[in-house]
Every structure is written in C-alpha cells, then in structure tokens.
C-alpha cells in the first residue's frame, strides 16, 4: 500500500543498504477493493444499527449519538500521530545496543 | 573404655601421625588416616548423642582433678564442632587418596599424611579440651602441620604463602598466649569452668580487658575476620585441592568456636557485650567483610581463590550473628558453621575434581565443563546454590535464622544487607556456572568425567547440604541447644 | 479428595522422565503429563491443603481455593497447546533442553498458583525465573544470551524483594500464610514491588519487552502463557482493591500501544500487546469488586489462549522463514493460508471482537470501571482497547500474511504447531459464544451478560472506527512505515545510562587511585597497598608487602579494640 518512508529528521536506518526486496501488494487489487467495500458497508450497518437500536450507556459520554464510532477512529488517528511523533523521540538504528 | 573417649578422639589421630611416618608406604599411610578420621567421626557421633541425651562430659586427664589437672568437657557447644571437623575430615580424607597422588610428590605423600593427621588432631583438641593453655597448645599443633600441608601445593607460591601464614598465625597464637597468660596472672587458674567462675570478681582490673584485647585480636586473626584475612586467599589458592578443603570447612570453623568459648563461656555474654561492646567491634566488621569480600569475590578469575574470598564474607555471617548477642543470632552462628562447612567443603571438593582433570581452576580453564565434567559441575551448581541461600539446601536455613535474629533486634537494614549479599553470592557463583555451562569447551584437549574416588566423597557432602537443608530440625536443634548454653540460659 | 497429588509434582516427575527419554517415548510422555496432570487437579477441590512445618513454621505448598483452581485449569490447558506446539523440536534445537526446561516451567507456575505461604511461593517464584531462562538461552544466539541473563537478573531480584517482604512480613504478622497483603509498610510495599516486577509494571516492565522476544520460536509461547500471569493471579490474592492498581493498569494498558504502533519485530509488538493486557486485568483487581476481579482473573484466561494463538503463529512463522520483522515479511497468506486463518482468530479475540473471547472478559472489567466510580479510567481504557485493534488486530496479521508480498514462498508449519494452534482457536471461539463455560470457573458467581444489543453494537462501532482510521491513514499513505530500528524503552536506563555509569565510575576510581599513589607516602602507603591488594585482582607486584600490611592491620586493630574500651 504505502511506499517504505522514514520520518523526516532521521536519516532513514536503512541507508546505504540495498531496499527490501518487496514486491508490489499480495493481495489483487481486485480483492482489495472488495474488502474495502465490504469494510464500508459493515461501518454503514453499525452506525445504521446503532441508531435503531435501544442503546442504553453506562457512561454519561456514551449519550452522545456514535460516540463509541467518534471515538474509535479519534482514538486511532491521535494514537498513530502521537506514535510518529514518538518515532522521533525513541528510534535509533538497529545495531544501537549492539556494542554493549 | 567408653569414659575414655573425650580424650581418645584426641589422641588416636595423634598416635597415629608418627605411624604414617614409619610406614613411609602412600596406601598405607592413606590407610591410617583415613582409620584415624573414621575413629573420630564415630566417637565424635557417640558423643554427641551423650551429651545431647544427658548433658555435658567431663574428662580428667591422667585422673588429675581440675583445676589442677586438665580437664576435657565437652557440651553441646563443642560437640558439634568435633562432628563438623571430624566429618568434614573423614569426607575429605576420601577424596584426598586419589587427590594427593596427583597433586603431591610421592616421597611426600606419607609426610602429608602424618601432617593430615596432627592437624585433625590439633583440631579436635582445641575444640575437647577445657584448659586455656591446652587450647593454645593443640592450636599450635595445628597450624604447625596446616603450614606444612599447605607447603605441600604445587605451587611455587605455595611456599610463600605458607609463609606468610606462618608468620600471622605466630602472630595470632602469640596474641592468644599473651592473653592467657594475663588471664593467669589476674586469676591464677587455666582452667576453663574455674576461670569463668572467677573472672566477674575482676571485671574491673584493666589487665583483664587487655588479656581480652590480646584474646579477641589473636582469635580474629586466626579466624581470617576482615580486615585481618590476608593471609587466607593464597594459603587456600595455592595448597593442594584436598588441604583447601578441609581447612575451609574446619581451621576457620575452629577459630569460631575459640572466639565462641572465650568471650562467651569464660568472660560471659554479660562481659563481653555489656563491659566490652564486643558486638559494637563485630557488627561494622562483619558487614565490611560481607559487602566487600563477596564484591572481591566477583572480580577473581581464580576460582579457588574466588571461593576463599566467599570464605571470608561467609565467615563475615557467622560474626554478624554472633554480634546480634541473642539466641536467635548465635543459633544462626553455629548453624553456619556447620552449614558452611558442607558448602565449601563440597565446592572445593568439585574444584579438586576439576583441579585433577584439567590441572586448573582458573575461570577460563573451566569453559564448557558442564557437559565433559557433568556429575562434578553438577555437585558445584548444587554446592553454589547453597552458598547463595536458594531453599532445600542448608545455605537458606543459615540465612533464614540469619535474617530472623536482625529482624528480632529490629535491625531490618541487616536483614536486607543478607539478601543483598545473597544476590552478590548468586554473582560470583554464576561466573563459574556460565563458564561451565554457556562457554564452548576448548576442543583441543580430551577431558573426562572425574574418577569416582573423587565424585563419591564430593557428592556425600552435596548431599548433606540438600538433606539438612530439607530436614533442619537436627542441625537446628542442637544449635538452639549450643546458643542457649552460651548465653548462659541453659547448663 | 485427598488421593490427589500435588499439581506441581506431575509435572517435575514429568520433566525428570522427559530428562532421560528421547524420540517418539518422550513425544507421547510430553503430551500425557499435561493431560494426567489434568485429571488429577480435577479431582483437587476447594480447601485440599498440603502441609508440613519447616523451621518452626507450617507451610503449606500445596493450598486449592477457587482462584487457584482457575488458574490451575489455565495453566494445564496452555502447557498442553504449547507442548503439542513444541513436540517437533529436533536436537538441533535444544530440544531437550527446551522440553525439560518448559515442564519444570510450568510446574513452577503451577506450584506458584497453588502455594498457600510465602516461602512455598518464593521457592516457585525463583524456580520460574531460571526455568523460564532456560527458554531464552536455547535459541542460542549472542543476542539471547544476554537477553537472557538480564531477564533472569530482573526475575531473581524481583525475588529476594518477595523474599525480604515475606519475611518482614512473618516478623509482623508472625504468619507466612499468603492471602491479603495490602499496602500498609514495607512489608507490603516490598511484595507488592516484586509481583509488579513480573507483572512488568510501568517502568518495571522493560525485561519482557527485552527477553520475549528473543526466546525460541517455541519457548516464548510458553513464556507468555505463565509468568505474567502468575504474578496477575499474585496481585489478585495479595492486593485486590488496592487502588493504585487501576492507575497502574491504565498506564500499562495505554504505554504499550504507542510503542506497538512503531515496532517492526512483529514478536516484540505483541511483548508490547501483551503488557496492555496485563494492564487490563491489572486494573480490574485494582477496582476489587467481584465483578472487576472476576473480569481480571477471566481476562487472564482469555490471554493466555489468544496471545498464546498469536505468538504461536508468530513462532510458526518465524520457524518456517526464519524471520520476524515486519519489514521482512509480507504475503504469506498465499503459502500458510491454515496459519493466516487462525492468526485472525487470535487477532479477533485479543480485539475484543463479539463472539471471541476476548470480548466476554474484557466487557467486565469496563463495566466494573463504571460501577466502581472509575469514570475517567473507563475512557482511558477505552481508548486502550481500540488502540488493541491498531497493532494486534490488524497490524500483526497484516504485515506478516498480506501487505506487499516480500516474495518469500514456504509452506505451512508441521502439523504438531498446527495443531496446537487449532485446539487455541477452538478454544478462543468457544468460549466466545458459549461465555458460561468459563464463567462458571471464576472465583465468585457470575451475574454477567455480555450479549446484549447495547453492548455489541458499541463494541463493533468501536472496532469498526477504529480500523476505519488505520484504513484511511494507510490510503492516505502517513501510516508509519515499517522500519529496521530499535526504540528505547525503560530498558535503555540499565543497558545504556548505567553502563555508562559504571564505566566512567570506574574511570573515576581508577583517577583517584593515581592520585592517591601518588599522594601516598609513610604510613599510608603499606596501608593502600595492603587495600589494593585486597581489591584489585591479585597482581605479583606488591608480593613483600602483604605479610608487612598484614601485620600492620594486627597492631591496628588491637590498638583500636584497647582505646576503643579505654576512652
């Protein structure tokens, strides 16, 4: 799917080796497309669901409507940022403990 | 006959040394010591069970009451020290037949024995007799033949550090004379139970107080308390396999138990912690000892000498408990001495094995023995485990009442200090397990199992230090019994 | 029933006969001990106790109640996965070595869970951490033996520390019976200290993260299923209700997954997973209701089956390509499509997906949260359990079976992992639909219904978001890449800051030690030599000194003992 990047500042670890020898994405497009579809319209079905049903939270944030949806993908996309951002702060290069 | 035998363990070693020398014969000479040691250990057995089941014994020898004459007695206290040297010995004089052929020139062998022999018997005296001055003279029998035996190393340095024992054992036995002789000169009696009568009436002379500086100085030093153990790394480093092991598990054991008898039968726990703060001296030394000689221990790459530091720090426990002056603390005391003895005894057996196969001990020399010397590395991990404190072996009882007795004074630092200290143990015997174990062995030579005229005596102790550390109750209880006769709360 | 044995017995019995047996007799003899093992803790029942009195106390080894049942029936199940998953290990591997080695392991967490004092626990608590080591140092590479050394460091000291509040402990209590501990003094404080190291928490945890990984393809299957959780089973008998644990949790649970997020060794990441997990449980014995424990002990249960499952495909991976690393693999559904399948079953469960397990243990410990009043930890974990789905639920999976095709073509695992792998998965879905079969196992009755609309609905919201996220981030291309690297976690403190320390320490000393040569003279100087002499590895340069030195310290020391009594 996505191209090997490295965050900015850093010098990518791998530099000066030969890349990865990958291959374009295992599953068919084909497939992939109709997973993604499938994915949607399961989201779709849920939100859909959920607003039929009688959903009765057991704390005060869940009455806001979706909040469970609202927060899943809040959730993920702050946590992905923050672990990019992370990346800066932890990562060296592989060999780093190497010499102890 | 049997009213004989407080004496005769004495005496039967002591009889037998000059026959070692006539016979001049290696087996032979063999032969009688080991009969020698065989003979003490039983009677040393029988007389335990005596006193245990009725009380201490009393021996006049020649039929000369005391205070006059000289006086055996023996209590639960010296008792079991006659069974720790005389098992110890017995165990070692196995183990020393086919160690000595190999380690000692041949012409030398039925020297070595008549000197194995004197030793044990100066041992055993010292611990027997109820006579100060019979204590300094059996104390000098035995260092004189330790000296001699420790000379008998390979080692060119053997020589010298024999020597320097020599001159610091001197030292140690002038100071203990000097203070006996005090003693007299205050009192006017040698006589143990006379003078432990005698000496509340002169708490106060100052002469007194210095016979007990002489006295404590003179046992420290025999003993090998830090900071005065120079002596004892090379003497063990360098005398052969089978001397190393038994002289860590019974000359120090020995020394102990002077200091034991000295200040706690003859002047009293009363005078000696009340009136001379002795647990005040001991306390700060026993802890130096353990912090620094187990830190010493991890840097060797000896692993004989490794060991003999360990000896020092392990000795440094014994004196802690001493220093808690309770009941708890002294059983802790003579546990570990009896404890200690079996661990080191076991360890520097296997390295006497390891000694015997590959000429070496050093830490290098024993990369990947675990898998051509199985049966001894595996006595060494067992006897390692011990000397760390891992339950189910007899290192975790001493440290158990160890810790109890700190706790029971309130002192916790000190309890924390043990396991600390048990931690630095696990370090320094993990070295020699992860050579054995995880380093590939040099593949350019053929090493083999040990013989099993090694293995059977090494692995007897390995497995007394796993049975008594499982089934305390015997060890415990004639300790208790020992320390409750020390402070003075039971005859 | 008293004719059962003691459940730790079986096993070191079997462990002995697997010791000396070889080939296809120790094949059958591995996979009967769990089994026999298993019929005999069946006929163990509440308040079967073995005793005996040791130095003056009564111990008692062996002690059943329903919590440590429950973790006995765990503890069972996972050595019979895990010994199926292991039976092809050749001699090549150790195996030996390994077989032995996993037995006594399991044995010891079988002996650890059943302990009714302090020192019976101690004893099992020590016996893991070398067993468990021996897993580690099998793989045989540079890396695993000082991954394994620092790890059994950690775990033995974690040890002494239980050892030293134990025995504070007696000195209060004047008991060694293990029950209720709680935070009050050092004792506590000390205890709780050592199951915190095994149960890695914050700060505490960077050994797991260290040494997981690097364990044989097999070993770590079982290092994950038994220390861990025995320190979790520890926690619920010594500390429940103690409310630093739900903070505790919640930071354990939530750390993790950051880290998880940019880990490239795929076995490391679910290290990571797997202290989120802990901290999952971790918090529900904090909150300490019947609910919140029930849900901990359940989770806990659960774990073991999943993580099992997923490091179980994770080892079946590495054992037929040799490697872990995300950036390594890729595709390997089209050749190991049996593994791939259950590998997404472990992912479901561990998500927490309706109908897996996961979801039935999980949901109790959110809604023990709210009734305990934990109003903001139950978004905190919240977030945790979606943050779960980011790097177990889609990101192991994806890397390893789909994603760019690495080119590595294999075939699936031999059929023992296989098998193994399929009894974890059977187990995660049955428990997932059928939540009454555990249920009725738990430690107090169950009043619990996962299953209603509300619940699920919410769940699938959740989930489905969240992965909606991962799937928009990868289209947009910011999702972080995959890259060879290592990320500094607390272990950093020990294997860098402190080995600096020591080194310039040690320069440090070694300046000093000039100068003060220099400096010496007179009287000091046979002093130093004689302390050099003491310290320093024995060097044939001051050979005349010592016998002078010595003598010197004899004039010292009684001079000090006589002043000492005369001033």
Known sequence: ????????????????????QHGPNSVPP?????????????????????????????????????????????????????SKALRRLVMRPEDYYDDE | MTQHLPVLQVVIPLVLAPLCVLVRHPRAAWALAALGSLCAFGIALDIVSTVLASGPLSYDVGDWAPPWGIEYRIDAVNAWILVIVSLVSTAVVFFARASVEREVEASRVALFYAAYLLCLSGLLGIAATGDVFNVFVFLEISSLSAYALIALGQDRRALAAAFRYLIMGSVGATFIVIGIGLMYATTGTLNMADLADRLPGVWHVRTIKVAYGFLAVGCFLKLALFPLHLWLPNAY????????????????????????????????????????????????????????????????????????????????????????????????????????????GALFMALGCVAYRIGSVHIDAMAGLGKRMPATMAAFVVGGLSLVGVPLTVGFVSKWYLILAALERGWWPLAVIVLITSVMALAYVWRVI?????????????????????????????????????????????????????????? | MTSSLPPFLVFFVGALLAAVTRGTVRKVLLVLVPVAGALNVWGVEEGYAWQLEFLG??????????????????????????????????????????????????????????????????????LLAVSSAFLIWSRRGPGSARAGMRYLVVQVVSGVALLAGALMRVHETGTLSFGFVGLDGLSGWLIFLAIGVKAAFPLLHSWLIDAYPEGTPTGTVFLSAFTTKVAVYALARGFPETEILVYAGAAMACFPIFYAVIENDLRRTLAYSMINQIGFMVCGIGVGSALAINGAVAHAFNDVLFKGLLFMSMGAVMHMTGKTKASDLGGLYKTMPFTAVLCMIGAASISAVPLFNGFVSKSM??????????????????????????????????????AQDSGIRTREPPRNMLAAMTVAAIACVAIG?????????????????????????????????????????????IYPAEIRAVNLDADWFYRRAGARLVRRTGDAVAQAGVALRSAAAGVARPMYEGAFRAHGPHGPLARSWPAGSMVLWVAIMLAAFLLFQFL
């Not at chain 2, 089978?242 to 020995?254: C, E, G, Q, S, Y």
């Not at chain 2, 703060?277 to 692993?303: G, R, Y």
């Not at chain 2, 062995?441 to 005596?457: H, I, K, M, N, S």
């Not at chain 3, 023990?368 to 192991?396: C, N, Q, R, T």
């Open chain 1, 1 to 20: 799917m996505n191209e090997k990047r490295s965050p900015d500042s850093l010098q990518p670890p791998e530099a000066g080796r030969p890349p990865a």
């Open chain 1, 30 to 82: 084909r497939w992939s497309k109709r997973i993604l579809l499938g994915f949607l319209g399961l989201c779709v079905a849920a939100v859909v669901a959920g607003f039929l049903a009688d959903i009765h939270g057991e704390h005060p944030w869940e009455e806001v409507p979706l909040f469970h949806a609202l927060y899943g993908f809040l959730g993920i996309s702050g946590l992905i940022l923050v």
């Open chain 2, 237 to 344: 480093t360098f005398a052969p396999s089978a001397v190393t092991a038994f002289m860590a598990a019974t000359a120090t054991k020995v020394a102990v138990y002077m200091l034991l008898r000295f200040f706690f039968t003859i002047f009293g726990a009363a005078f000696s912690f009340d009136v001379m703060n002795l647990d005040m001296v001991l306390m700060p030394l026993a802890v130096a000892a353990i912090f620094s000689m187990s830190f010493v221990a991890i840097l060797q790459t000896n692993v004989k000498r490794l060991l003999a530091y360990s000896s020092v720090a392990q000795i440094g426990y014994m004196i802690l408990g001493i220093s808690f002056a309770s009941v708890t603390g002294l059983t802790a005391a003579v546990l570990h001495l009896f404890n200690h003895a079996l661990m080191k």
């Open chain 2, 434 to 491: 992860e050579a054995a174990y995880f380093r590939e062995f040099p593949g350019d030579r053929e090493t083999r199992e040990a013989p099993a005229a090694l293995l059977v005596p090494t692995w007897a102790l390995v497995v007394l230090n796993v049975y008594f550390g499982i089934d305390a109750t015997r060890t415990v209880g004639v300790a208790e019994r020992a320390a409750e006769i020390l402070m003075g709360a039971a005859p």
């Open chain 3, 57 to 126: 106390y009564v111990l008692e080894p062996v002690r059943a109640d329903r919590l440590s049942l429950l973790f006995g029936y765990l503890f069972h199940l996972a050595a019979f996965i895990a010994v199926v998953y292991s039976l092809h290990l050749k001699k090549a591997e150790n195996a030996t070595v390994q077989h032995v080695a996993a037995l006594v392991y399991a044995g010891s967490a079988l002996g650890a869970v059943f302990a009714g004092d302090f020192i019976s626990l101690f004893v099992f608590w020590e």
């Open chain 3, 365 to 402: 410990i959110m809604s023990a949260l709210i009734d305990g009043g934990y109003m903001w930890i139950w978004p905190v974990m919240l977030f945790a359990s979606a943050g779960v789905v980011e790097h177990a639920g889609i990101k192991i999976p994806f890397f390893a079976f789909f």
């Open chain 3, 433 to 477: 639909v059928r939540p009454g079969l555990l249920y009725g196992l738990l430690p107090y009755a169950v009043d619990y219904h996962p299953y209603d609309a509300s619940h699920v609905l919410t769940q699938i919201q959740l989930l489905a978001f969240a992965i909606g996220a991962i799937v928009v981030f990868q289209l947009l291309k």
